[in-house]
């Protein structure tokens, strides 16, 4: 509920922004606060202590380690799933929705917070109940004295027993500070599967396990080296950029709002953002201005589709081959919701902003509604997309919208240590659903894994154009020499005395490489990392023997320095001088850092590596 007031000028209002549970929750969680302290709500879940005071203390080889690790994950989803099982889906999306994101475990990263969120998230998918239980209700089937256990009968609270008659919604019902308290165990067990993946990840890269007394309990025993490696590796995780999936395919997402194919799509607000940063929105669309400076649950960012499905199309085939569902008809159906979204925002008021901002998330919505207005949207989607709408029949539409569904089939398929796949259209009792945007951009991300085809090369084409700044100064053809060699560089850039010669590696990454597994990290290292950099620093001792080509003359130039380009951020293995630029800076880079690298001449100067060209 929200409320304006008139300014001075007359050109703007001042909004207050109010739902049923906001105050009531504040309450709760005060409540909560006079039993439970910070440290409690941050401490390890019991099952942590309970599970390893079993172990012997001390430390264990990556192998029998990871076994141990493995079976404390099957622990805790067991128990995690038992939880969840009394519950219905209903309940959780609505409550946790409504529940800042925030730290639950000694790690406060907001990574952390984010992944956390999204294993609970996948466990809410995989073992909620479908039906309603007995802790949520459509707010027309219940006396007002049932929600929220009846905390809003409190004369404090007649604005939101005014808000709540207002219309039917679903509500809380038989609800207090105790089931609050239960939820954040729920949200503590979802952060012993991320801390256990984590050390499932770094034992992976050949740290031992070590157990010890709680409250740890087990901690990797990684040495100062792999503790550097692995710090550097997820440093440059959080700053990568969002124009690549996980089939190694890179894609143009400049944020260029002006450009077509640009869709709106919402990610957890792990960052910070608060209303100071809509102020200039909501001015311009709505004509208010926020009354505090409040902080939303999501952020919806600028994504280009288009450009998504266009660098995707060559996987068109083999999708419909493993689907039975087209690719367009797919990524129809997430344009049309997102546009859609955007209307609503336009039309509706701030209001619809605010709840999908705090939420991402609408619903109950009947199948029928669902159907109805994604066919209204489809061809603006197509437009958006590029797609003639008579290239996508309606039946592909219904099989999109089922292949976007979750239910009982395929509900077995969502990982917890990985986390997903998350689902978009979430059954909630008979033929009614949420609509969850919250996890597209991840669903995209991963569309692809495990759809093979047998020529790719145009992957690595794609991670070409996306590094070429400017023209290349060697040919784009092989560098070929009066003799007959020649060697292919894919693409070479000159800093002063320097030339920056890059080799471009665009595998795709697997969940098994996510999870820590051990062959799947050595895989990865020897056919990107390794392979990379041998490649590379044979052309470059080619280059500096032979700077004098037939259709090519690097005589003007001193060094050259030889980098590997990945679409992902790599795992550097060693701090050997070998697979650094710099103590900081690794010879793998993503298109984003080998842009900085080019821009960067102090580091260029003095890089490790650089080979001199011979006269």
């Known amino acids: 509920m929200y409320n304006h007031k008139n300014q001075e000028d007359d050109t703007s209002n001042t909004l207050f922004m109010l739902d049923y549970y906001q105050r009531p929750f504040s309450l709760l969680h005060q409540e909560s606060a006079r039993t439970y302290t910070h440290h409690d709500f941050t401490r390890p879940h019991s099952i942590r202590s309970r599970f390893w005071q079993l172990i012997p203390r001390g430390e264990y080889p990556l192998e029998e380690g990871r076994i141990y690790l493995n079976s404390y994950l099957d622990s805790v989803e067991a128990e995690l799933a038992k939880q969840i099982r009394r519950l219905s889906l209903a309940y959780c999306l609505h409550l946790y929705r409504r529940l ?96 256990t993946a984590a050390a499932l990840r770094t034992t992976g890269k050949g740290a031992p396990l070590i157990v010890c007394d709680p409250p740890d309990c087990f901690v990797d025993g990684r040495s100062p080296e792999l503790d550097f490696l692995v710090t550097k590796y997820d440093q440059r995780i959080d700053k990568s950029g969002l124009s690549h999936s996980a089939s190694g395919v890179v894609f143009s997402n400049e944020d260029e709002m002006s450009a077509a194919g640009f869709v709106f799509l919402p990610i957890y607000n792990i960052g910070g953002v608060t209303g100071k940063d809509y102020k200039k929105l909501f001015s311009k669309m709505y004509r208010v201005i926020l009354k505090s400076d409040i902080s939303y649950n999501f952020v919806w960012i600028p994504f280009n589709l288009a450009e998504y499905r266009k660098a995707h199309l060559p996987f068109a085939a083999p999708f419909y081959e493993k689907y039975g569902v087209s690719l367009d008809a797919v990524l129809a159906v997430v344009a049309a919701l997102l546009l859609r979204v955007l209307y609503i925002w336009q039309q509706t008021g701030i209001g619809a902003f605010t709840k999908f901002h705090q939420r991402a998330y609408e619903g109950p919505c009947s199948k029928k509604f669902i159907l109805d207005e994604i066919m209204l949207c489809i061809p603006a989607a197509c437009k958006t997309l590029g797609i003639h709408r008579s290239a996508i029949p309606s039946k592909e539409i219904k099989n999109a919208i089922k292949f976007w569904g979750l239910d009982v089939s395929n509900r077995t398929d969502i990982g917890l240590s990985y986390s997903g796949p998350h689902y978009l259209f979430l059954p909630i009792y008979s033929d009614w659903f949420f609509i969850d945007y919250a996890w597209i951009f991840r669903r995209l991300h991963d569309l692809f894994v495990g759809i093979w085809m047998p020529n790719q090369n145009f992957k690595g084409d794609a991670l070409e154009s996306a590094i070429r700044k400017g023209k290349s100064i060697l040919p784009t053809k092989p560098c070929k020499t009066s003799a007959g060699e020649e060697r292919q560089i894919d693409y070479a850039v000159e800093c002063g005395a320097h ?35 041998s490649e590379v620093d044979d052309k470059a001792k080619w280059l500096s023997v032979h700077p004098l080509g037939n259709n090519y003359d690097l005589s003007n130039y001193d060094y050259i320095l030889p980098v590997v380009v990945s679409p992902f951020v790599e795992f550097i293995p060693s701090k050997d001088t070998r697979y650094w630029v710099s103590k900081d800076i690794p010879r793998i880079l993503t298109p984003k850092e080998f842009e900085h690298l080019v821009n960067d001449p102090p580091t260029i100067k003095n890089a490790f590596n650089r080979i001199s060209l011979l006269s």
């Open 499 to 533: 030339i920056i010669i890059a080799e471009c590696k665009a595998v795709g990454t697997s969940i098994a490489f996510d999870r820590g597994d051990p062959q799947a990290i050595k895989h990865r290292t020897n056919n990107v990392v390794e392979r990379g950099l």
């Open 100 to 195: 800042s994101p925030g730290p639950i475990g000694q790690d406060q990263q907001p990574r952390t917070i984010g992944l956390t969120r999204a294993v609970l998230e996948a466990a809410i998918q995989k073992y909620a109940r479908f039906q309603l239980c007995n802790k949520i209700a459509d707010s027309a089937t219940v006396p007002i004295e049932k929600v929220l256990g009846g905390l809003l009968m409190a004369p404090e609270f007649e604005v939101e027993r005014n808000f709540v008659a207002q219309g039917n919604q679903l509500v809380l019902t038989d609800f207090t500070n105790t089931d609050l308290l239960s939820f954040y165990e729920l949200e503590r067990l979802a952060y012993e599967i991320w801390r």
